[in-house]
Antibody, heavy 122, light 106 residues
Framework: EVQLVESGGGLVQPGRSLKLSCAAS????????MAWVRQAPKKGLEWVAT????????YYPDSVKGRFTISRDNAKSSLYLQMNSLKSEDTATYYC???????????????WGQGTLVTVSS | VQMTQSPSYLAASPGESVSISCKAS??????LAWYQEKPGKANKLLIH???TLQSGTPSRFSGSGSGTDFTLTIRSLESEDFAVYYC?????????FGSGTKLEIK
């Protein structure tokens, strides 16, 4: 059974940093592109980052580019999101998600975690 | 690519059929997925490639469309189907979602 468990969320002040983690199990982690997707309170879903199987290629929307960094440790079956220069508009539940099997990033999200809440406030 | 989903809210009774529309601001071929969101549960992929049911998705769900216009149809609604539904395009980056449709029991 595929499981994705996020951790690391919490309350952080504007301008500070936070690192999220996602522990994956139930599949061969190194074979899949992985992603982070967020959902602000009472809002819709927003894709945040995608990383290739090896970690050599990363993709971001303009809203987080230069501030967020996605990374992975295939030996630990873990995904990370380093968030710097946080803003109030980054307040959201952050979901770890797995893309389907494939060699490119143009894909849907086959599995999702249950999310970790990040609140950016002074 | 902007994804416009409608309606944003839908009330229906068990046994009825409903349709949700998702329109893309430019052609996305059939590169569209549908998801179901329920409180306390992980989001669930229902359909990808416009009309391909993900393994485990009940056959009462169907997807149609290509290009810019897509539809999710649920026949014979069951109590477990009352949830929020999102579409998502993956034809180009940034990956984008529709704003969601909340399906409630009438």
């Amino acid at each position: 059974e595929v499981q994705l468990v996020e951790s690391g969320g919490g309350l952080v002040q504007p301008g500070r940093s936070l690192k999220l983690s996602c522990a994956a199990s139930g599949f061969t982690f190194s074979n899949y592109y992985m992603a982070w997707v967020r959902q602000a309170p009472k809002k819709g879903l927003e894709w945040v980052a995608t990383i290739s199987t090896s970690g050599s290629r990363t993709y971001y929307p303009d809203s987080v580019k230069g501030r967020f960094t996605i990374s992975r440790d295939n030996a630990k079956s873990s995904l990370y999101l380093q968030m710097n220069s946080l803003k109030s508009e980054d307040t959201a539940t952050y979901y770890c998600a797995r893309h389907p099997m494939g060699t490119h990033p143009y894909n849907w999200f086959a599995y999702w975690g249950q999310g970790t809440l990040v609140t950016v406030s002074s | 690519v902007q994804m416009t989903q409608s309606p944003s809210y839908l009330a229906a009774s068990p046994g009825e059929s409903v349709s949700i529309s998702c329109k893309a601001s430019k052609s996305i071929s059939n590169n569209l997925a549908w998801y179901q969101e329920k409180p306390g549960k992980a989001n669930k992929l229902l359909i990808h490639s416009g009309s391909t049911l993900q393994s485990g998705t009940p056959s009462r769900f169907s997807g149609s469309g290509s290009g810019t216009d897509f539809t999710l149809t649920i026949r014979s609604l069951e109590s477990e189907d009352f949830a929020v539904y999102y579409c998502q395009q993956y034809n180009e980056y940034p990956l984008t979602f529709g704003s969601g449709t909340k399906l409630e029991i009438k």
